[in-house]
């Protein structure tokens, strides 16, 4: 069993900057992709940025340019620095891990980012 545990969430000034970070519990093998997500209306949640087991990324078209995705494989951890911060990207951010060709996903309990204008 994989627990996702995040940091980092925080209140800033927009312009300002975050870094999040996620750690996965027990061992990760294989195809695997660890992204972070934001909710952005009652339970739907969009991707914000992702990184897969080989280093391949993707942004959402919002974040592009201020946002950058990192992983450290060797300590199972995700990382998000955030800049440039919009009141926009105000929600609460989740760290999620798809693991496998019909992949099983994880997901971490969230942690909330609050630009103010």
């Known amino acids: 069993q994989v627990q996702l545990v995040e940091s980092g969430g925080g209140l800033v000034q927009a312009g300002g900057s975050l870094r999040l970070s996620c750690v996965a519990s027990?061992?990760?093998?294989?195809?695997?992709?660890l992204g972070w997500y934001r909710q952005v209306s009652g339970n739907q949640r969009e991707l914000v940025a992702s990184?897969?087991?080989?280093?391949?990324?993707k942004y959402a078209d919002s974040v592009k340019g201020r946002f950058t995705v990192s992983r450290d494989n060797a300590k199972n951890t995700i990382h998000l620095q955030m800049n440039d911060l919009k009141p926009e990207d105000t929600s609460v951010y989740y760290c999620?891990?798809?693991?496998?060709?019909?992949?099983?996903?994880?997901w971490g309990e969230g942690t909330q980012v609050t630009v103010s204008s």
């Open positions: 027990g061992s990760i093998y294989g195809l695997n992709v």
């Open positions: 999620r891990l798809d693991v496998g060709r019909y992949p099983y996903v994880y």
């Open positions: 990184v897969t087991h080989d280093s391949s990324t």
